[in-house]
């Protein structure tokens, strides 16, 4: 129901049988009258989200923490300060340099990497939130050294890059266009890359590179 | 030793016969009748693998083992004094390794460096680079273009040019626009400077104010761009440490030589002992051509630390200081006949390069029209900005819009078609010029699809026509050489100092040696970007491809004819009679054969080597300065524009562009294709988008992002339809030209002459935001009120 989340005030009024039977009320019952309870009472305004998320998680930071990320099917875990973006710890920590850090502010798609196959720019995105998700980088596209994937066969074959900075995040862009719609249009290609910012203007090369490694005829992008 | 040789040179099929005298140990030139393997072929780039892997290391990538991360302290203010700075609180701070600060009593544009701080993470850097307390004591400044020629403005610079040398080691690029003034001048007490005694691209001709005056019609009209910054996808970056004496740095300039020896100036060190290197380059579209100062300080900082220190701008930081296009208010007067002929051109341009120089807009007038009455007036106005640098084709796209949307302002008043126009007045310089507008004529449907009347389609949604002309130059280095080694199991390297920021450099080179020595583009190892190669320049000034493979060529060719002399004593026949087959097999006339791996296992050592250099052109240049020459030829090119204008809300949409080009032999179409694609694109973003906006109160850059610096994205782009024309000069042994800025001048005026097609209005300011367009359309509909009133006044009278 959605008035659970966005009022948990009125939820809790109105509607006894809340899934996990716990309540504002009883939940300040059950955590007793020592300090934990009251101090979560008195700090946060949203306490019935214990419904939801029954531990709170603990305050991370300034100090490093472990951080366990699942990146091409490998887990690594690093010590890092828990302000660092998930961009950061790709490049500074896992030595995956492919993922660019081009306007850190997620305005450029430069950074884009797949979260559980859904694109997502890692400059937004603390390395924490990313735990317990599967994250592929431009590193994780090629099947081992030898076999390219179509995608990127296609990029070479249509010049679809010039000085290189943006590709990574084009790649990754297109790749979760293709995983999700198998022969796309022209316009759904330029909606698929419409936030990834090219300064050599190498546009036109990429739609033709998805065009083509979607079975299409790239010339397409020339009518 | 010399021999001649005869070439043919042309375009299409107006060949000629032309004989060049040429050094007896360089290969038969490549003409027009040469057929060719590999170049000239769509030969993907031999590093694309590298770039779609995440292989390819830039600087911002390389990370050494025990680096720290450097940040540069910067003026938040356009001009302050210095007073006093504490850095004790940065130092206590948790993973500080050392802090610099420089020796700067005044700070003249919001982004000049004060200090630089290195620690273990970027986070503790950039924490530490905020605790750092400098006390500023602000002073009077500009960033307004107009105030800033005010005779009451603060003076950006006392002394001028003198303080803009003077400022050489902290702000690269000021040294080499200064250079263009031909004296010191007397001390400088406004922010005005000029006329520039010479332009590059050309001088004054014939007698205008006469010309102006007997002409049947003439046109005055004033045009501003605004500042557009480079942009670079990779920021400016370097990672400098020392080792035994020698700094080592991997630096993003895209000159490793320069590099070095700015370097070595820097810290009194000789060339010996400074190593620059960088393996690939994100972007730099002219900027970049300076390691100072931030490479300097990474190097201050490794030193105080012992420690690789690695310094990469913020996007901010590239916006401020990273290099950009001048603003400029171009004054142009264009005079013409009834018959169609162009009488006079004349520039009076302003332009701002913020705290530095070099913002001419005056090529276009000189190079474009073959008229013989031609004057131009370059003024530089400093203000408290960052200094702009090259930028893909410095001065053009702006000076190209003024110039090429007066000429269809006269082509209107003198009712002459503007292709017809064209056809008349630029095509004896660049008679194939001539043919380009034929093609994109045909190709855009001039003839078919455009109404000569403005305007005239009924309803709020126009759509229009427009065509331009661009113009570049010859350029190229002489003195540029590379390198080639065959190895005994028959690999090769190609070594030299240029670099690869996005262009093809790689491939053209790799093309250029396989097409001699019959082998494919992706066998040929080519290795830049270091200092201790042998010297190219850097890419930039459109060179790059006439530059280097020549010289590549030449080398290949001497490598060549050493195998050969190896194979002919095997196989026991004169060298003479040998050639190096497609694959590399060595056949003699007899029949006689060897594998491309026998001959070099034939090599007494382990490999042989030769260099390559590039000469003048055969023909000499028409100017030469130290390490630059352009050719006897331009580089013509047109470009035709497509637009849809929505009346109600003033917004443009540019549908289509046809571009026509020549680049000398197009060594490679599919890259050649993507360098078009991308300056049309970067033009379009110029003029649609890009506007660094200063807040005049604060003196600060208000949109130093991609959030509110718009460039152009997927969404805005046209069908682009772009043709080349080889045209062949039989003026260096491969015969290419170039690309890079050609490219990029004749787009926006394009696009302002199909606005002026569909809607009957003139668009003078870019960018052309909706509101601009809007104000032209009450222009428009003012002047028609205006007309309506006086013939009605006529008829009564």
Known sequence: ?223 | MARKVTLRVGYQNNLSSETRTIPDDEPLPWDATTELRVVGKPVPRVDARAKVTGQAKYTHDVKLPGMLYGVIVRSPYAAAGIQSIDIAAAEDLPGVRAVYVLDRRRVRFQGHEVAAIAADTPEQAEDAARAIEVAYAPGPFVVDFEMAMRADAPVVMEGGRAAAGGRVRVQGGIRLVAAAWADDGPKQNSNVFGPAKRSLFGSNRGDVPHAVQIADEVIEQEFRTPVQTHSCLETHAAVAYWEAGRLIVHCGAKSVTKARAELADYFGLSHTQVHVVNTFIGGHFGTKSSSLPYAALAARLAKQTGRPVKIALSRKDEHLVGGNRPQNRMQVRVAGMRDGTLAAVELTNYGSAGAGFGAGASGPFFSIYDCVHVRAADYDVLMNTGPSCAFRAPGHPQGAFALEVAIDMLCARLGYDPVEFRLRNSCERTPWRAEELRIGAERMGWHDRRDPMPAAQDGPIKRGIGVANSVWYSVYSPGAQVEVQVNKDGSVIALTSTSAPGAGSRTVIAQAIAEELGLEPHQIDVRLSDSDYPYSPAPGGSRLTSTVTPPARQAAYRVKQRLLSYAARKLEVGPDTLSLQPGGMVVSQSGKRLTWAETCGLLPGGKTVALGERAEDYSGPSVSFSRISMGQDLIAGVQFAEVTVDERIGQVRVDKIVAVQDCGRVFNPLLAESQLQGGIINALSFGLFEERVMDGLEGRMLNPDFLFYKIAGPREMPQLDTVFLNVYHGQTNTDARNLGEPAKVATIAAVVNAIYNATGAWVTQLPITPGRVLAALAERDRALEANVRASKARARA
């Open chain 1, 1 to 223: 129901m959605k008035g659970k989340k966005t009022d948990p005030a009125a939820s809790a009024a109105h509607n006894p049988d809340l899934s996990s039977g716990l309540t504002r009320r009883s939940f300040l019952k059950g955590a007793g009258v020592g300090t934990a309870g009251l101090s979560a009472l008195h700090f946060s305004p949203l306490v019935t989200q214990v419904e939801d998320r029954p531990e709170i998680p603990p305050l991370l930071g300034p100090s490093p923490v472990p951080v366990r990320l699942e990146v091409n099917g490998r887990t690594y875990t690093v010590n890092v300060e828990p302000r660092l973006t998930l961009a950061d710890v790709l490049r500074d920590h896992l030595d995956l340099t492919g993922t660019k850090v081009i306007c850190d502010r997620g305005a450029c798609g430069g950074c884009t990497v797949l979260l559980d196959n859904e694109p997502v720019v890692s400059c937004m995105q603390l390395a924490i939130a990313a735990q317990g998700k599967s994250i592929r980088t431009v590193e994780g596209l090629a099947q081992g050294a030898e076999q390219l994937d179509p995608l990127q066969e296609a990029f070479i074959t249509h010049d679809a890059l010039q000085c290189g900075f943006c590709t990574p995040g084009m790649l990754m862009s297109c790749r979760a266009l293709l995983d999700r719609t198998r022969q796309p249009t022209l316009d759904e290609i330029k909606t698929a890359v419409s936030g990834n910012l090219c300064r050599c203007g190498t546009y036109p090369h990429v739609f033709a590179a998805v065009l083509a490694a979607s079975g299409q005829e790239p010339n397409l992008v020339k009518e």
